[in-house]
């Protein structure tokens, strides 16, 4: 059902270690933001991957806890869900869209957060 890997997530603990990681991805790895915030940059690989830095005072992202959250891009969002609820798989809240896109972030047996995602249906 995994497809690529669609998205990476990183939560920073200090004001510095943020300047320092969105620096690392703008000035050095070349990339450009396509949203940035007092506590947030997102940024979009070529391949539109993309990778999104938040701060210590990013309140939305609490639940990103011990290491990078990884973005699985799946071939039936609803199916894959519904396949790792019926395996037990705990979901952190219920699936976020915005258009077509939905997601859903979740807690691996490895106690890390991770997240699936896909294309659905704009009435879906």
């Known amino acids: 059902m995994i497809q690529r890997l ?10 510095d270690a943020f300047a320092a990681t969105v620096a690392l991805y703008r000035d050095s790895l070349g990339l450009q933001p ?3 915030r007092a506590d947030a940059v997102w940024f979009e690989a070529t391949d ?3 990778i999104h830095v938040y701060g210590p005072g990013d309140e939305d992202h609490d639940f990103f806890t011990s290491g990078p959250v990884v973005g699985l891009v799946v071939e039936d969002f609803f199916a ?7 395996a037990g798989i705990e979901f952190v809240g219920e699936p976020q869209r915005a258009g077509t ?11 890390n ?5 896909g294309t659905v249906a704009a009435d879906a």
């Not at 957060?113 to 995602?117: K, L």
């Open 48 to 50: 539109r991957t993309q």
């Open 101 to 111: 896109a939905a997601w859903n972030h979740y807690n691996g047996p490895d106690g």
């Open 6 to 15: 669609g998205f990476l997530g990183v939560r920073t603990d200090s004001a």
């Open 34 to 36: 396509i949203l940035e």
């Open 80 to 86: 894959a869900r519904e396949a790792m609820v019926g």
């Open 113 to 117: 957060v991770y997240e699936i995602m």
